[in-house]
């Protein structure tokens, strides 16, 4: 089981290993070789490829066609890409492929006249650009200026990992030809595309690179803008960011500024410019504070700020709330990372990503994107570990790189103080009386972070002013722009007809300008009906169900499933036996998730299949479970998965929940289980969902022990799991699930 949080943005392929091309290792020698014989592997690419989500095989294939120099179709392709995503889904749509069409168009050219590809390409692209409105030329300056050193970095591993073999697999092969585009195309685009960006820059915005010095005398790099031709002071939108882009945070300022703000993005401590040591998350919320003090105190600030971001930067924001300054007035968090919650451990066990991520963000000053999106070397590295039996302590040993956070990390397996302190907590919540607009979505890798400091403002907060949007959104889709289609699952046009940077417009003119309410938020609770294809509001999240499904798990056989009962029998139980010493499963892993499959997995789980609805119903809501249970050995780590089991056969993903169970009831204090007795593991938590299950549907709970290379193995000792190895295994765990265990569903009739 694999998990992507902290969204950094990934090119991902379906698993497409089985099909082999022949591409000899001889055409890797030198970039001349490579030069000559990647058009003709591109070719092949485009001939193989199939994607059943029309929008993500466009976006594929027009890079493909540029590679393999077929550039009047892959004008055409980018053309078609950008009208197969919603109009309203993303912000500046007009602006996507633009500088690829102005690659191709100069291409063509050449072949006609003798200009330089240079001059041509300076001329198209000038003239695009100041044809495009704000919003195309804000998407621009975001996304298709990159840094040309980490593309070529990524390009390098992808060939370093081919040199050795006559063949390569059709997804590998869309990696590298992908790669190349983006190398080889940026590296002739960026140099002329700058000047001319800036040069337009320079007649509409005033942007200015900062360092603003903090209480205990560090130092922060920021790029501070506003519009030139905006007169008197201002609100600002303030956005505190660990992943460094210049070009990128100057697209941030340049978005916000031409809606009227001043905008402040302000790279976290050791980053960029910044001096001190990068120590990610632990200073953020003194910092900010710190930093919303300066803009208070800018001759262009009204004294009113407003934050956003997503992932990391939406935890900033929960850091800044924790010791509020008055002229913070509103926070937007997107899909926001819940440190010691979600990550860098969920349900109190750690994940291997963990490492992956720490490296990306302190390698350098700057993000390592080609460090963190080397696949290969990172599946590899978990996967020898877990072969290796060896602790996870070790895990940065094995990957070559000992790292000091990532061992500080391993120092705090509770929820302890040094998570607690690193932004706002318990009665922290109950003195955040500013406006909130959370947002998340059912598949979002940060949904449980994003919900936990939902349920805990209102918690300690009941008059709390909290909104939140969810929807079928990943991790991306929630603090962006949403996809028209999702891990095979084609969303609902209404989950698709607004984007979240428009969003977060609408919401900051709302709080900081008084002007309407953004439409969508139409109660505290807002939420799409996956199936249904409407939105549904609520005043709270208790308000969305009108009733709960109490099932019982039995030892009853349906086919390969057992049934779920309708009443408890105390005394029956179903054996489970999990050898953690067996590692003939180390390349059994699933890298397609998928929300709507023909399978699921089933690996050291057992399942409970319900009877078929006679009518409609929407599951609506978070699924809790009550397991009794008796084990060999001291804890286990549970996952929990549901489904609903179309008529048609197929399995859709209803949310799940992953939890260390001798945290179950306080993850800052450890309570082990006594080996052999009936024990009761409450499960008050799984991702939230709302979905409308037809006539015939059943569902289907997937109830398992974590077992794999991509998070702790927990043996069961009772010692720190991260000390735990091989060696502990001994005898397989022993599980006994009662027939008095249950699941409760929420579900609206």
């Not at 044809?131 to 070529?152: C, F, H, M, T, V």
């Not at 998730?593 to 409970?608: E, G, H, M």
């Not at 052999?676 to 299950?693: A, F, H, N, Q, R």
Request: glycine content about 6%; some cysteine; charged content about 25%.
């Amino acid at each position: 089981m694999k998990i992507t949080l902290l969204f950094v943005a990934i090119f991902s392929v379906k698993q497409l290993s089985a099909q082999q091309i022949f591409f000899a290792k001889e055409n890797y020698q030198d970039s001349a070789s490579l030069a000559k014989t990647i058009p003709s592997l591109a070719a092949k690419v485009l001939e193989l490829y199939k994607d059943p989500d029309k929008s993500n095989y466009l976006d594929n294939a027009f890079r493909f066609l540029m590679v393999a120099k077929k550039y009047d179709r892959a004008i055409l392709y980018i053309d078609s890409f950008r009208k197969s995503l919603p109009p309203l889904s993303v912000s500046g749509i007009g602006g996507i492929g633009v500088q690829y069409e102005c690659f191709s168009k100069a291409k063509i050219a050449q072949l006609k006249e003798t200009r330089t590809f240079d001059e041509l390409f300076k001329g198209i692209f000038a003239t695009s650009y100041v044809q495009l409105d704000a919003d195309g030329r804000n998407y621009i300056s975001r996304y298709a200026i990159p840094e040309i050193p980490p593309l070529k970095k990524t390009l390098d591993a992808l060939i370093k990992d081919r040199q050795l073999s006559d063949t390569i697999t059709l997804e590998n092969a869309m990696r590298l030809v992908r790669s190349y585009n983006s190398y080889i195309s940026y590296s002739a685009m960026v140099p002329m595309m700058r000047p001319i960006v800036a040069s337009e820059d320079r007649k509409s915005f005033i942007i200015d690179k900062v360092f603003i010095t903090m209480r205990d005398g560090s130092r922060l790099e920021a790029e501070t803008g506003r519009q030139r031709n905006m007169k008197g002071r201002l609100p600002t939108i303030f956005i505190f960011n660990i992943y460094i882009d210049s070009t990128a945070d100057v697209g941030m300022v340049k978005l916000y500024a031409s809606k009227g703000y001043a905008c402040v993005v302000a790279n976290t401590r050791g980053k960029g410019g910044s001096p001190q040591s990068i120590e990610p998350f632990e200073h953020d919320a003194n910092d900010a504070y710190d930093v919303i003090d300066w803009i208070s105190r800018q001759p262009w600030s009204n004294k009113k700020v407003g934050m956003t971001g997503g992932s990391y930067l939406g935890f900033s924001q929960w850091a800044a709330a924790k010791n509020l300054h008055r002229a913070l007035k509103t926070i937007m968090p997107e899909v926001a990372v819940g440190i010691g919650i979600d990550y860098p451990t969920l349900g109190s066990i750690y994940m291997s990503y963990m490492l992956r991520w720490i490296h990306n963000v302190t390698n350098s000053k700057q993000t390592d994107e080609a460090d963190f999106n080397n696949e290969s070397h990172w599946d590899s590295t978990f996967k020898a570990w877990y072969k290796s039996g060896r602790s996870f302590r070790s895990l940065d040993t094995i990957e070559g790189r000992p790292n000091l956070i990532f061992q500080r990390w391993l120092q705090h397996p509770s929820f302890d103080s040094y998570w607690q302190n690193m932004r706002a907590y318990d009665a922290d919540f109950s003195k955040i009386n500013i406006p909130v607009l959370t947002t998340t979505g059912y598949f979002d890798a940060d949904h449980n972070g994003a919900m936990y400091y939902y349920r805990q403002h209102y918690l300690h907060n009941p008059n709390a002013n909290n909104y939140l949007v969810i929807g079928p959104y990943d991790h991306g889709g929630a603090q962006s722009y949403p996809r028209p289609e999702l891990m095979g699952y084609k969303l609902d046009s209404v989950a698709t007809a607004f984007n979240f940077v428009d969003l977060s417009i609408q919401w900051f003119n709302y709080v900081l300008k008084d002007s309407a309410k953004p439409i969508l938020l139409q109660d505290k609770v807002n939420y799409e009906v996956m199936g249904a294809n409407v939105w549904r509001h609520a005043p709270s999240l208790a308000a969305m169900t009108n009733d709960t499904l109490t099932l019982y798990l039995s030892n009853t056989r349906i086919n390969q499933h057992y049934k779920f009962g309708e009443s408890p029998e105390e005394n029956e139980y179903i054996r489970q036996e999990i050898d953690f010493s067996d590692r003939t499963d180390t390349n059994a892993y699933d890298d397609d998730y998928k929300i709507l499959d023909s399978a699921f997995d089933s690996r050291n789980s057992i399942s409970f299949i319900s009877q078929p609805f006679e009518q409609p119903i929407i599951v609506d809501g978070s699924f809790i479970a009550s397991l009794k249970a008796a084990i060999n050995k001291k804890d286990m780590d549970l996952t929990l998965s549901m489904y609903e089991q179309t008529p048609e056969g197929k399995y859709f993903s209803l949310g799940s929940s992953l939890q260390r169970a001798s945290y179950v009831d306080d993850p800052s204090n450890r309570q082990l289980l006594e080996p052999g007795k009936k024990e009761t593991i409450p499960v008050s938590y799984s991702y939230m969902t709302c979905k409308k299950l037809s006539k015939g549907s059943r569902l289907i709970l997937v109830l398992g022990i974590m077992k794999g290379a991509y998070w702790q193995i927990n043996y069961g000792t009772g010692k720190d799991v991260s000390d735990e190895t091989i060696a502990d295994a001994k005898e397989p765990l022993e599980i006994r699930w009662y027939a008095d265990s249950y699941i409760k569903v929420p579900v609206w009739k």
